[in-house]
């Protein structure tokens, strides 16, 4: 399964970007996502997970209310909409994919994983 990450790019704080994750994994229900992020000098964490079906889903606390993830099985993409950035979300951003339905928050739960694209956020 190849995953590509893409959307980033510079913003000003409290400005809104899309990310896109495209799978090559088919059926594309059958596979939960998660986009997790990594800020110069820190730990990759968690951002937010999806289910195959959309049903469910998980949100670190610090984006709840500002970010929304969301998939098309058709297209095979899952979406991070991101609105009221702030500078501390500034970081590369990377989805993964898990070959089960119910997403995790942790990344050993992820099998696969894309390239990582940049979200700079500026005061």
């Known amino acids: 399964v190849q995953l590509q990450a893409s959307g980033g790019g510079l913003v000003q704080a409290g400005g809104s970007l899309r990310l896109s994750c495209l799978s090559s994994g088919r059926p594309f229900s059958k596979y939960a996502v998660g986009w997790f992020r990594q800020a110069p000098g820190k730990e990759r964490e968690f951002v937010a997970a999806i289910s195959g079906t959309g049903g469910t889903t998980y949100y670190e606390d610090s984006v709840k209310g500002r970010f929304t993830i969301s998939r098309d099985n058709y297209k095979g993409t899952v979406y991070l909409q991101m609105n009221t950035l702030k500078p501390e979300d500034t970081a590369f951003y990377y989805c993964?994919?898990?070959?089960?339905?119910?997403?995790?928050?942790?990344?050993?739960?992820?099998?696969?994983w894309g390239q990582g694209t940049l979200v700079t956020v500026s005061s």
């Open positions: 993964a994919a898990r070959e089960y339905s119910t997403p995790k928050y942790d990344e050993p739960a992820y099998a696969y």
